[in-house]
């Protein structure tokens, strides 16, 4: 092997170390048998994972984050694809770009200031403590991701395609279905996915708008560490870590799949 691949694939090896150590650190904690987080580990034991299933706290928050990350996934695909759909092919325009720009503002501004804004907006609607409420509130931390997704994607789609199948006599509607949607699906799941997975791991939006039965399990784990640090919030950090990597297996075989 070369000297230069070997080095940059050395460095990759370095970068990947870097950013993994924390959690090789911490996963195999959350099969300890004692209540105390610290090695070496006394003994191995599924102990803390059955109290995910067994306890109320933690078997609610597990149900709540599966409810409202299908309902933010569903929606902010449905309005991040409309988004990107909106903005194709239209990068010219101020008006466009300054939309785009707007589109992604929920990914750098600040989660305590949205959630002060929503909590305040929320709560004139009757929104605060419900589940519509805090699937809005992930919804718009979501969208951004599936826009940037489904818009990477419809630039792969060649727009010659599309006018060919106008030219025969195909509705707008026909063409975006039969033509764009299939090429722009991988971006579409890839969003979806990531609406998925903000869901989960958001928990500053859960604490300004969702009510003591919203609890979510990023906010269950949030406020177990305010009161005790058990190693049942290990065992909670493996489950969203297991999760994550059989999301990001499943949008890697789809795209494979589909491209």
């Not at 190693?231 to 990597?245: D, Y």
Request: aromatic share 8%; charged share 10%; hydrophobic share 55%.
């Amino acid at each position: 092997m070369k000297l230069l691949p070997l080095v940059k694939l050395s460095f990759a090896i370095l970068v990947v170390a870097f950013l993994l150590g924390p959690l090789v650190a911490v996963l195999p904690l959350s099969l300890t048998d004692s209540v105390f987080l610290n090695y070496p580990i006394p003994g191995y034991s599924t102990r803390w994972f059955r109290e995910l299933v067994t306890a109320d706290s933690w078997r609610l928050s597990i149900v709540n984050s599966l409810l409202i990350g299908s309902g933010t996934t569903a929606l902010a695909t449905v309005l991040g694809t409309l988004a990107a759909l909106g903005l194709r092919g239209k990068r010219a325009s101020l008006l466009v770009s300054t939309l785009r720009t707007v589109f992604l503002l929920p990914m750098v501004v600040p989660a305590v200031v949205l959630g002060v804004g929503m909590q305040l907006m929320f709560s004139r609607y009757g929104l605060t403590n419900t589940y519509l409420g805090v699937i809005i509130a992930h919804t718009v931390v979501a969208v951004p991701f599936v826009l940037v997704n489904v818009s990477s994607a419809l630039q792969g789609v060649d727009v010659q395609l599309e006018r060919a199948a106008a030219s025969l006599g195909a509705s707008p509607a026909v063409v975006l279905r039969s033509v764009t949607f299939p090429i722009a699906l991988p971006g579409i799941i890839s969003g979806a996915l990531f609406a998925f997975a903000t869901s989960l791991d958001e928990v500053v939006l859960t604490l300004f708008v969702a009510g003591p039965n919203q609890r979510t399990l990023a906010r269950q784990m949030f406020a177990t560490i305010r009161e005790n640090i058990s190693p049942a919030i290990v065992s909670a950090a493996a489950v969203f870590i297991v999760g994550t990597i059989v999301l990001s297996l499943a949008m890697l075989a789809i795209r494979r799949r589909m491209s």
